[in-house]
């Protein structure tokens, strides 16, 4: 019936079972076996006064056993009895008469020796022999004894007064608990959690494994540190079998039943020794087992899907100016040149003489026409500047107050336009807790059974309360495993409450994965063991030492971090979120508007040559084609910056010409006056009201 292990307690009434022969292999069960002793071989008054074997020898029936508790009691009643009599007969003549049992009489001196005999001590076997007025035993005492590994001890005692002092000390029961457990092997209930217990990819793959092999994870690297630890430091040689939990869960108490299921259930009925996986330490789950200190310390956080990064806008340049202030700058930008223009003309001061060596000249002249008037905003706008410069004070005046809204106006727009560009912005639908519990559109919840859900269902925050009100009130969003629900948060629009070291373990190995807020609380992971187990105290001892030298700390990294072989870092992950190198997508709507600007420049450039040549077009003889290709061969002939070009207006043509005939000598005058070398007609296309003049 496997009832002695060491998870049994027995308790022996009988004051002689100390005499009894278990055997080695109840002795090597470990189980706690306690008894009570009357008599005390181990009294040095009492041995130099008595010979227990020799006793045991007389009293005993068969010779050959130690001295028992009921003939010790009779010898020392004997013995007591004896020793009053003797005493008493020296201060009172014994009168002794025969009495027939069959008759109530009574020994007259009988009540005098009972009194006598209350009155005095006498040293026995059994200890000191003192009655009371009632008549009952004082001054007496029990052994308590415990039957170990280590054989029979005496661990305290208990007096005639009710009192138990226990005299074992800390260090002998640790004695105890190593002896029992070397060359023992303890079986470890686990449950299959990355990265804490994870089966091995060729027992996947059909790779013949067993036992221990099988596995590797946070939970096998963390025993196997704790079994080295034993060997090392204390000696013993402790082994371990993993098993995962039948059921596949944690541990929750049914309500109705009390009874656990899980691994908490496992170490309740006793089907494992250790309970080692990420099992939180609750107030719930200690009525009915003992947890070592933490070897993890967390709490409770939200993992969330990343919100899609929002693709750059082709056009993203424009976006740190709403549309409605960009129209209003248009507008702005339009009437202030209307302005400086009706301005510029209303005023007199802005019109001025373009001769000033001919003062009395009527000619005055005013340099803000329409397109002057848009250029200068424009360049004023463009913080490029303008040759054009007001003269009045009323367009000064329309100026500088154009200059400051400009001023005011690109500074807003570089700085935000810092942000736009170089920051990829996400909105994220929820930030925390709170904002989880106020919306009903994105679903949350977190593993059927286990602390998490505890933790919401006794929680009195409201903010928790109306969580829990909300997934009570939603079957389907408890998933049967955390497996199952990360798959849930990959699909979207669900928020997974689950413990923040599952949080980290899983954002490091997918990049689209995000942990909410920060800690709802703050818990710890420990090693269950079962209740009063002689194993807590051990292991709580080697978790401290470890804990001391970075050993556990060592092994999180390698499973957290290392294992993920970079996939997500967070420097790199902060880095791209702070700021990231321009490419095409965001700044391609820039080098749209230049190629359309240079579009437009060009196509500008040709109606002007053939504005001009319609013009011109009694000085042109050439096919339109001719011309436009003399006109494009002149532009690309750098060395000709002083000729004119072949559509350049008639002005240009005839200065050239003066050029000629004052290097000739001739008179300078009016060209279409004056005689033109015939072997200049051709290229300056001469009309012929010309021609017959160069002929006379």
Same mark, same amino acid.
């Given at each position: ?5 060491? $998870? ?25 076996i ?33 001295l ?11 013995l ?54 009632k008549?009952?035993?004082?001054? %007496?005492?029990l ?22 002092t ?15 457990l ?5 079986r ?71 009874e656990?299921?899980? *691994? ?11 309970? *080692? +996986? ?27 899907k ?26 702005? $930008?339009?009437?202030?040149s209307?302005?400086?223009? %009706? ?9 001025y ?61 570089? +700085? ?38 505890? %933790?919401?269902?006794?929680?009195k ?78 292991l ?69 040559f ?16 001719t ?15 002083d ?36 072997? *200049? ?12 003049? +160069?002929?006379?």
């Amino acid at each position: 019936m496997k009832m002695v292990t060491q $998870y049994y307690h027995y308790f022996f009434t009988s004051l002689d079972a100390h005499t009894i022969d278990l055997g080695d292999e109840i002795m090597k069960s470990g189980a706690n076996i306690t008894f009570l002793r009357l008599i005390d071989p181990e009294n040095s008054e009492l041995l130099r006064t008595y010979d227990f074997h020799t006793l045991g020898d007389i009293l005993t029936k068969n010779g050959k056993q130690d001295l028992r508790t009921q003939p010790a009691l009779i010898y020392d009643a004997v013995l007591f009895f004896g020793h009053a009599l003797a005493a008493f007969a020296r201060d009172n003549p014994v009168r002794a008469r025969s009495l027939d049992c069959e008759r109530d009489d009574t020994w007259e001196q009988g009540s005098t020796l009972i009194d006598y005999m209350k009155t005095i001590e006498e040293p026995g076997i059994t200890g000191p022999i003192h009655f009371n007025r009632k008549g009952e035993r004082r001054k %007496f005492g029990l052994d308590l004894l415990e039957f170990s590994v280590r054989g029979l001890a005496k661990i305290g005692y208990w007096n005639s007064t009710g009192e138990i002092t226990v005299t074992k000390t800390k260090k002998e029961r640790t004695q105890d608990t190593l002896a029992f457990l070397n060359q023992t092997t303890l079986r470890v209930t686990s449950i299959e959690e990355p990265p804490y217990l994870m089966v091995k990819k060729g027992v996947q793959a059909g790779a013949r494994l067993s036992g221990n092999d099988r596995f590797e994870g946070y939970v096998p690297d963390i025993l196997d540190e704790i079994m080295k630890f034993f060997k090392k430091s204390m000696n013993v040689n402790v082994n371990y079998e993993i098993h995962v939990v039948e059921d596949g869960v944690y541990g929750g108490r049914d309500e109705d039943t009390g009874e656990w299921n899980g *691994m908490i259930g496992e170490l309740v009925s006793g089907k494992a020794d250790l309970a *080692m +996986a990420p099992l939180t330490i609750t107030a719930l789950r200690e009525e009915d087992v003992d947890f070592t200190k933490p070897f993890m310390t967390l709490g409770i956080s939200i993992i969330f899907k990343k919100p899609e990064q929002n693709q750059p806008e082709l056009f993203g340049f424009l976006r740190p100016l709403s549309w409605m202030v960009w129209m209003y700058v248009i507008v702005a $930008y339009l009437g202030v040149s209307l302005l400086l223009y %009706f301005l510029a003309r209303f005023s007199p001061f802005e019109w001025y003489n373009p001769h000033p060596c001919h003062a009395k000249s009527d000619l005055l002249e005013n340099q803000f026409t329409v397109l002057n008037s848009l250029w200068f905003t424009i360049g004023s706008l463009m913080q490029q500047g303008c040759e054009i410069m007001p003269r009045a004070t009323s367009t000064r005046l329309a100026s500088g107050i154009w200059w400051f809204f400009t001023l005011v106006i690109i500074s807003s727009y570089t +700085a935000n336009l810092a942000a736009f560009l170089t920051v990829a912005r996400m909105v994220t639908p929820i930030e925390n807790a709170d904002d989880l519990s106020k919306q009903t559109e994105i679903k949350y919840g977190c593993v059927r059974s286990g602390s998490t859900l505890n %933790f919401f269902k006794e929680s009195k925050i409201p903010t928790y309360e109306r969580m829990w009100a909300f997934m009570s009130s939603h079957p389907d969003v408890f998933p049967n495993s955390s497996a199952e629900g990360m798959i849930r948060v990959r699909k979207g629009n669900y928020a997974y409450l689950m413990e923040s070291v599952m949080v980290e373990y899983n954002i490091q190995r997918d990049c689209s994965l995000q942990q909410v807020g920060g800690l709802l609380d703050s818990k710890g992971y420990g090693i269950g063991t079962p209740r009063n187990s002689r194993l807590r105290d051990i292991l709580s001892s080697i978790i401290l030492n470890l804990t001391e030298e970075s050993t556990l700390h060592i092994i999180k990294d390698r499973w957290w971090r290392e294992k993920a072989e970079g996939k997500c870092d967070d420097s790199d992950t902060k880095k791209k979120d702070e700021a990231s190198s321009l490419d095409t997508s965001t700044l391609g709507g820039v080098f749209i508007a230049l190629a359309a600007g240079v579009a437009l420049a060009v196509v500008t450039g040709i109606f002007e040559f053939l504005w001009k040549r319609k013009q011109q077009q009694y000085l042109e003889q050439k096919p339109l084609c001719t011309a436009m290709f003399e006109q494009f061969w002149f532009a690309c002939q750098c060395h000709r910056g002083d000729d004119p070009p072949p559509a350049a207006p008639l002005s240009k043509k005839l200065q050239k010409v003066n050029k000629v005939l004052d290097g000739n000598g001739l008179y300078m005058g009016d060209p279409r006056s004056q005689f033109i070398p015939y072997g *200049m007609r051709e290229s300056l296309h001469v009309p012929p009201a010309m021609n017959d003049n +160069a002929n006379h």
